[in-house]
Structures are given as C-alpha cells and as structure tokens.
C-alpha cells in the first residue's frame, strides 16, 4: 500500500487520539508553574478577567485574563529556558490555555483552572507528577503491562505498586491531594455507623493523611483514633490532627497492615483498601485486621465508570491501570472476609458507592 492510498483525514484524525505533545506539554507546565505565574501577574494587577486586553489574542470563550508576562519576565518567573518555554507557551495558545504570543502572555479561561487557586478542583494534582495522583496517572503510559498482567500499570517499571514504592525512607511525594475535608464516596455510611458509638478506639489501616479518621473524630466526641499507613501519609496526618485541634485524640503509627498490628484498639476500620489487593493479599490484609481488634469494619469503595468528565471507557481504563481488583462487588467483599475466617454481624449493600461490613473474628466474642 503506498502513501497514496491512505485518506489523510483518517491520518490525522489518528495523530490526534495518540498525540501525548499538549498532555505532556501541560503537566510540564503546571509542574514548573507556568499557569501560576500567570496568574500572579494576574493578581498583582488587581484587575478583572476581560476580552482582548493589551497582549493578548482573546477570541469569545478563550479571553485572555488580564495581567500578561512578555516571553523573557515568563522564562525568569518559571525559572527556565527561553527557547523552551516559547514552543511551550506557544503551543498552549494554540490550544486555548493561553492567549498571546511574545510579546505578552496570559490565561485564558480555560487556563486558569490549573492555577494554584483551582486547585481544589484536583486538575492540578492529576497533572503534576510531583503528586501520588499524579505519579499514577502518568504510569498509563505502561498501560501494556496491565494488558498483558491485569496489574496496575505503576508496577512496570519497579514490580512494586505505586504504595509500595512509597514505602522508603527517601519519598518525598506530595500527598496533599489526599487531605480532603468531605472523604466523600458516601464516607457517611462509615462516619454513622453504630459501631463507633461504642467504641472508645479505632485503627484505621491505611488511612492515608487522616481524613476519615479526623471526620469520624468530629463526628463522635468520645472517640480516639490511630492512623497506620507508610510515613509520607502519617507525617501528614500528624500535622492535620494538629492543624484541626485534635492531636490529643488522634495518633498516627508508620506501619505496613501485612505486618503484626498495634493491639488495644476497639475496632479496626479498612475503608477504600481492598481493591488495591489480588484476593490473596486482600485476605492477608483481614486476618492481620482481626488480629488487632475483635471487630472490623470494611467500608469498600465500589469505583464505577460513570464518565461525568470523560468517557466511560476512558473512566475504565484509568480505573483498571490503577488498582488490582477494580471491579470486586459486596458480594465479592463478603466472600472474602468469609474466607479471612470473619463472621458478618450486619452488612449495607444497598448503596451504589460502597458497602459496609462489620464482623467479627470466628469464635470472638458477641
């Protein structure tokens, strides 16, 4: 077949699904703060976002903010190399987060919902690399290996998963993307349940930078709580607990749940955890949790594609390059902590983000 007979439509229709240029070209901008840079500008000028200000190439839905930076005062703000940072800029008006050319840089719309500002909108952390979400994300591109394994893709390059490479004395991630003040997920299925309102402790394994643990602490005024989880979390949980006033009620231990627990706890809490693990290692993890209390709580996450921001498709992949077991039912939990040698004492299945469990070990007491 020659060049000849080829449409080039469909070439360039190909080129642009694989095209990684402006996915690569915007995570590198927003991890050497290019679109915050901007935005300061922005800010400094105390002046409202407007169409067509001095600099820039606003077009109807695409205004440039105002406050602009010529190429040199962009390449000094970001700390970078002049050549380099005009492809890049230049490539990001192309595709509408910029506005502008050399002689002035600015955001648009568009844009600006990578600043530093809108940041709680969590696009930045899913861009920036620095970011666990972020270090996840960009392990897609060894998506081949979850093909061939049904492994996340974060394991290609090391063969541990991407917490386990968290576990080392020399990870400097940034974890703040997990210090959610709603832990969402229909978290309040786990924060009413009943079994805290007896409890005067609770372990929550893998409890990240706390932020289940701190709203089960606002939630029940008589309850203590410990976080186990790799250091880079605990540190952050420490400081969370401190932050918010509740240092006095909640501790934070670095640990691994595949080793002997902390004892002396009422109930030990697994929320979200499960999915991450092949049912072997999911096991493990549960007869490890009924070694530390006499009760367990599992609140697993049932992640679906419902593809309100992307496709479902794409949602599924994501989902399936990211964990072991994305695709586990109550039902599939409930055998589980069966075969873990735990007895249910009261289950909710009903909900379509997640199912809750409480059991007992067998033969523990009633």
Do not use: C
Not at 115 to 124: A, I, P, Q, V
Not at 223 to 233: G, I, M, R, T
């Amino acid at each position: 077949m020659t060049t000849a007979e080829f449409d080039p439509a469909q070439v360039a229709e190909m080129i642009g699904k694989a095209d990684i240029v402006t996915p690569m070209t915007i995570r590198a901008a927003v991890r050497v703060g290019l679109f915050d840079a901007l935005a300061d500008t922005a800010g400094s000028a105390d002046t409202a976002d407007t169409a067509g200000t001095a600099g820039t190439a606003g077009t109807a839905g695409t205004a440039g903010t105002a406050g602009t930076l010529d190429l040199d005062r962009l390449t000094t703000a970001v700390g970078g190399h002049r050549r380099a940072v005009r492809v890049a800029a230049d490539h990001l008006v192309h595709e509408g987060l910029l506005a502008g050319g050399e002689e002035g840089y600015s955001l648009t719309a568009l844009g600006s919902l990578l600043t530093r500002d809108r940041s709680s909108l969590g696009l930045r952390d899913l861009l920036d690399v620095d970011t666990v979400v972020g270090r996840n994300e960009i392990a897609l591109v060894d998506f081949d290996h979850t093909l061939r394994t049904g492994r996340p893709a974060s394991e290609a390059r090391s063969g541990a998963t991407l917490w386990q490479e968290l576990d080392d004395a020399d990870a400097d991630a940034d974890v703040s993307s997990f210090d959610w003040e709603d832990p969402g997920f229909a978290a309040e299925l786990v924060l009413d349940s009943p079994v805290f309102a007896t409890a005067s402790s609770v372990l929550d394994l893998g409890g990240n930078t706390g932020s289940l643990a701190l709203a089960l602490l606002r939630r029940w005024p008589h309850l203590h709580a410990s976080v186990l989880d790799f250091p880079v979390f605990t540190d952050r949980a420490r400081a969370r607990a401190a932050e918010a006033g509740l240092a006095e009620r909640l501790t934070a231990t670095p640990g691994s749940f595949f080793d002997p627990l902390p004892t002396g706890h009422d109930v030990t809490l697994l929320s979200a955890i499960l999915a991450d693990w092949d049912d072997d290692d999911a096991v493990a993890i549960l007869r490890r949790a009924a070694e530390a209390s006499d009760r367990i709580v599992v609140a697993e996450v049932h992640l679906t594609a419902r593809g309100r921001l992307a496709s479902e498709t794409s949602v599924a992949v994501r989902l399936e390059a990211s964990m072991t077991r994305p695709d586990r039912t109550s039902a599939d939990v409930e055998a589980l902590l069966v075969r873990a040698g735990l007895a249910v004492e009261t289950a909710v299945t009903d909900t379509p983000d997640r199912s809750l469990f409480v059991a007992r070990p067998l033969g523990g007491a009633a």
